[in-house]
């Protein structure tokens, strides 16, 4: 495998070969083509708060600041299961997890279940998935033009990862800079073939026990991070649902591995550098290669993640923290630069997006909806609600089922747990870091009956077949 320093050598290509390379992706644009390349990256774990434009006070993100600033910054964007599996199934589908089959994680993803990338390949994309899938099989048992990945979780140092269909090898480096050479290889290769390209670019940062590569171990090293002002919480008025979930940080239990805040807090910090320096490194082949602006650039994170808030690490539960995720979208043909877009934008979304900015058919089945109308600047009827599950109980956090709605101004989430149902309702407008839950307060009995009945309406909307819930 390259050493850093090849690699650094290898980006200061001869001048020849890039321009031949630029003006074969231009002609490819004068051509006539209209659908866009996609580069999709995903992060693992990453809060929606975690980059430098979302006003970060620590944490730089230059590279993927750019894309925002190039194209446009979602404000509300959200998860509608906070789980590593279930998410990637939705976002390769357009498709609630209880249509997806995909509830828990590492299940099997059922092999009948059409993705992006198949409809990609027989509109006449080069496709490729790098990075992790998460689910089993890997995605070892879909068809790629190339494929290079890992099973499960993976490893931040020398990681194993099989490469197409050859055996799986140990290669030398942090892996954010092996997949990302993967990756800029698969983009000059189609530059080359002057063919359009989907590339999902799924990183396994920042996901727990974050190992930053060897040339920022050192970073933030003098930051003390302050704690939310929820972290020493009582849990006045939480069910017991949110009471026994075992995500306490400086717990005794197996899963409860955060103990040093700060340098907890250091690591997870430090990755992203890594990924940042990563995403650059793929902006830069772009312009490279003449193709950025005929590229669709989406870079957001699998779900949201606790830092702290509610003395909580890990995600799963409904909070804020966890539901929300970081969304940039770039695509100078078509999305205007600069832009900030408040509507709430789900992972339910990407999959539609994606086909529609490939002038690809959209399926009837997806859950979501084409984002490309709010990033045009067209007039749309968007929504204003939204309906979150979650299933993977007990495993390994004994976070309860749960689903609930939520509206601009309020949070409504009912737990699962027979044959007691547990709630909570909040007043996102006046409680924004959801302390308070009103679901008792004879003054909010309406606003309950509303949503109860939302709720119902949103999973009857979506074919959620577990109406046995009720």
Known sequence: ????????????????????????????????????????????????????CAG???????????????????????V????????????????????????????????DQVTIFERARKGGYRTAFIGKWHNKHWGRDREFDYYFGFRGQ??????????????????EGWIEDVLTDKSLEFIEKSAQEKKPFLLCHWLKTPHQHCLPAERHKDLFSDVFFPKPPTFDTDYEGKPKAVKEADLKIGGTGPTSYVQDWDEFMRNYHRVLVGVDENVGRVLDKLDELGLAEDTLVIFTS??????????????????????????????????KAGQVLEEFALNVDYAPTILDF???????????????????????????????????????????????????RWKYIEYYDFPKHE?????LKNDPLEVKNLVDDPKYQDVVAQLRQRLVELRVESGDPDLRFE
């Not at 890039?18 to 051509?31: E, P």
């Open 1 to 52: 495998m390259k050493k850093i320093s090849r690699r650094h050598f290898n980006r200061l290509s001869s001048a020849v070969a890039v321009g031949s390379l630029a003006s074969q992706g231009k002609s490819r644009a004068a051509a006539g083509r209209t659908g866009a390349n996609v580069i999709f990256f995903m992060t693992d774990d990453q809060r929606a708060d975690s980059l430098g």
């Open 56 to 78: 970060h006070p620590v944490l730089k993100t230059p590279n993927i600041d750019r894309i925002a600033s190039e194209g446009a910054r979602f404000t509300n964007a959200f």
């Open 302 to 335: 699998d779900n949201g993640y606790f830092l702290g808030e509610h003395g909580f690490f890990d995600k799963r539960l409904m909070y804020e923290p966890s539901l929300r995720i970081p969304l940039v979208v770039r695509y100078p043909r078509k999305i």
């Open 80 to 111: 509608t299961n906070s789980l590593c599996g279930p998410s990637r199934a939705t976002c390769l589908t357009g498709m609630y997890s209880h249509n997806t089959g995909v509830k828990v994680n590492e299940k099997t993803f059922p092999a």
């Open 154 to 171: 993976g490893q931040y140092q020398d990681p194993i990862i099989q490469e197409n269909d050859k055996p799986e090898q140990q290669y």
């Open 423 to 427: 709630y909570e309702l909040y007043d």
């Open 358 to 408: 490939m002038e690809l058919p959209i399926p009837k089945e997806v859950d979501g909806k084409s984002m490309r109308p709010l990033l045009e600047g067209k007039p749309v009827q968007w929504r204003k609600d939204f309906l979150y599950e979650y299933y993977a109980y007990p495993d390994w956090h004994y976070v309860k089922p749960n689903k609930g709605v939520r509206t601009k």
